[in-house]
């Protein structure tokens, strides 16, 4: 049973594409989150929701626009996709969103614009 | 400079050698600190987390604070070919104002070889 899951796994597309990834976690957490990671591995906070409601929003661009349906579902939507774009996007989820509430990753979508 | 610098690697040991992966930070705001592993293609789990300055020991890992120093370390011995992943150091600050924020350092590529 997967604790936090993401659709697709892998997404080919095209410059200036739009494109979604999905993720859900069965876990009953309230925070969600949205991670990359370039090509180096550097991974890097993008967003974060607790309960539906955005409570990271790092510089991002506009592009890039986070939806929570409900708590369990977090999804992201990318417009007008660029080269730089490709990475791989990581969710994950926690209980809260306190310093100690463990992060769980789900098994990441790997992005590539060509 | 980033606010976490880790070296990337890659490193390669024999198993059964002692590894040793370290972190600098440059932010005194950090207060709770993370190592997380990464298998190729998944996402990073959580292998140990510390809070205050000192040792702590997990089996095989032992997770070395040094907040003066800002100074993190991450010891395995007896090192198993399953222990090669990428590992990466993260941290927060404390409180509500991390907000869940971790900020990783860049991984460093760990080869265990028989």
């Known amino acids: 049973d997967t604790a936090v899951s993401q659709t697709p796994k892998y997404l080919v597309t095209q410059m200036g594409n739009d494109k979604s990834i999905k993720c859900e976690q069965n876990?009953?957490?309230?925070?969600m989150y949205w991670y990359k990671q370039d090509s180096k591995k550097f991974l890097k906070i993008m967003f974060s929701?607790?309960?539906?409601?955005?409570?990271i929003n790092e510089t991002v661009p506009n592009r890039f626009s986070p939806k929570s349906p409900d708590k369990a579902h977090l999804n992201l939507h990318i417009n007008s996709l660029e080269l730089g774009d490709s990475a791989v996007y990581f969710c994950?989820?926690?209980?809260?969103?306190?310093?100690?509430?463990?992060?769980?990753f789900g098994p990441g979508t790997r992005l590539t614009v060509l | 400079q980033k606010e976490v610098e880790q070296d990337p690697g890659p490193l390669s040991v024999p198993e059964g050698a002692i590894v040793s992966l370290n972190c600098t930070y440059s932010?005194?705001?950090?207060?709770?600190f993370m190592w997380y592993r990464q298998y190729s293609r998944k996402g990073p789990e959580l292998l140990m987390y510390t809070y205050s300055s000192g040792n702590k020991e997990d089996g095989r890992f032992t997770a070395q604070v040094d907040k003066s120093s800002k100074y993190i370390s991450l010891f395995i011995r007896d090192s198993q070919p399953s222990d090669s992943a990428t590992y990466l150091c993260?941290?927060?600050?404390?409180?509500?104002?991390?907000?869940?924020?971790?900020?990783f350092g860049q991984g460093t590529i760990l080869t265990v070889h028989p």
């Open positions: 993260a941290m927060t600050k404390a409180g509500g104002t991390s907000y869940g924020k971790l900020t």
């Open positions: 932010n005194s705001a950090f207060q709770y």
């Open positions: 994950a989820s926690s209980q809260g969103f306190g310093s100690t509430d463990t992060q769980y």
């Open positions: 876990l009953g957490h309230d925070t």
């Open positions: 929701y607790n309960n539906k409601e955005l409570i």
